[in-house]
């Protein structure tokens, strides 16, 4: 059974930096995708970034886009890295795991989910 675990989120001033992680436990990592994905309150969840495991292949979403960067850390990590945060940035984050290397950016195409990570953005 894949676990996930997200971590790394807190307060931030605009214009900061913040770096999120993810650990994957249990299944096997290779050949599949990690994907992040964020939902504001009183909105729905939003595709943010997606990779290939390995790291090979990432797509973003407009909005993050040159801001985040999506990657691989240690065998069973994988990263968000943001910057040049803006308020509208502030939501829960959440680490999203499936086995396929299809670039879903659809929540529904995503089995394994992690428990999401508050970031707060202050203007």
């Known amino acids: 059974q894949v676990q996930l675990a997200e971590s790394g989120g807190g307060l931030v001033q605009a214009g900061g930096s913040l770096s999120l992680s993810c650990a994957v436990s249990?299944?096997?990592?290779?050949?599949?995708?990690v994907g992040w994905f964020r939902q504001a309150p009183e909105k729905e969840r939003e595709f943010v970034a997606v990779m290939t495991w390995n790291g090979g292949s990432k797509v973003y979403a407009d909005s993050v886009k040159g801001r985040f960067n999506i990657a691989r850390g240690n065998a069973r990590t994988a990263y968000l890295q943001m910057t040049s945060l803006k308020p509208e940035d502030t939501a829960v984050y959440y680490c999203a795991f499936d086995r396929s290397l299809i670039l879903w950016k659809t929540e529904d195409k995503y089995e394994y989910w992690g428990q999401g990570t508050q970031v707060t953005v202050s203007s």
């Open positions: 249990g299944g096997i990592v290779s050949g599949s995708r």
